[in-house]
């Protein structure tokens, strides 16, 4: 059982940045993909980004290209999103996800997913 825990939500002005962490608990954590979703009020979920286990390749949706980067630290058992010229739209719950399979998390299917954590953008 894997437990994720994220952190660094908060409030942001249009154009800022945050950095958002996801702890796992796993101690076998370079065998899992990771990736992150989002989910703002009255949506569905969507796909952000995924990175592989070993963190040499990653994933991005459209709409996050170019101003998000995902990167992990296996020594840590963290993975990151960091965010920078943030939009209005970004807003939402950030979750993050994991799974052996890259595949499974970038359809969101993966195995285990943590609580989430609020990122508001203002205008």
């Known amino acids: 059982q894997v437990q994720l825990v994220e952190s660094g939500g908060g409030l942001v002005q249009a154009g800022g940045s945050l950095r958002l962490s996801c702890a796992a608990s796993?101690?076998?954590?370079?065998?899992?993909?990771m990736g992150w979703f989002r989910q703002a009020p009255g949506k569905e979920r969507e796909f952000v980004a995924a990175?592989?286990?070993?963190?040499?390749?990653?994933y991005y949706a459209n709409a996050v290209k170019g101003r998000f980067t995902i990167f992990r630290d296996n020594a840590k058992q963290m993975v990151y999103l960091q965010m920078k010229g943030l939009k209005p739209e970004d807003t939402a719950v950030y979750y993050c996800?994991?799974?052996?399979?890259?595949?499974?998390?970038?359809?969101?299917?993966?195995?285990?997913w943590g609580q989430g954590t609020q990122v508001t953008v203002s205008s």
């Open positions: 996800a994991a799974d052996a399979s890259v595949g499974a998390v970038q359809r969101g299917t993966g195995r285990y």
């Open positions: 796993e101690r076998t954590f370079s065998n899992y993909a």
């Open positions: 990175i592989s286990d070993s963190g040499r390749i990653t």
